[in-house]
Nanobody
């Protein structure tokens, strides 16, 4: 089992920045890729970014490329999502999820989920 706990959500104005955290624990979590997804009201859950546990590999959705940065702290076992130049359309509940494959982008492929943190971007 891998436990994931997100934090850092909140209300921010358009153009602002916010940093989300995903604290990981449990057995063998270092074998997993950590992904960020988001789900806006009334919409499907979408892939945002992913990182290998070694941090040697990262991947981003086109919609956030150049604005969001995924990173990790091995000492704290935490993955971060730095979000800059935020837009109202970035408003969503953000989830972190763990999976063993670097090729998984679909929610159904994830093995473990956190409970999410709400990000609201005002115009």
């Amino acid at each position: 089992q891998v436990q994931l706990v997100e934090s850092g959500g909140g209300l921010v104005q358009a153009g602002g920045s916010l940093s989300l955290s995903c604290a990981a624990s449990g057995r063998a979590f270092s074998n997993y890729f950590i992904n960020w997804f988001r789900q806006a009201p009334g919409k499907e859950r979408d892939f945002v970014a992913a990182i290998s546990w070694s941090a040697a590999w990262t991947y981003y959705a086109d919609s956030v490329k150049g604005r969001f940065t995924i990173s990790k702290d091995n000492v704290k076992n935490t993955v971060y999502l730095q979000m800059n130049s935020l837009k109202p359309e970035d408003t969503a509940v953000y989830y972190c999820a763990a999976d063993r494959s670097p090729f998984s982008r679909a929610p159904k492929d994830m093995d473990f989920w956190g409970k999410g943190t709400l990000v609201t971007v005002s115009s």
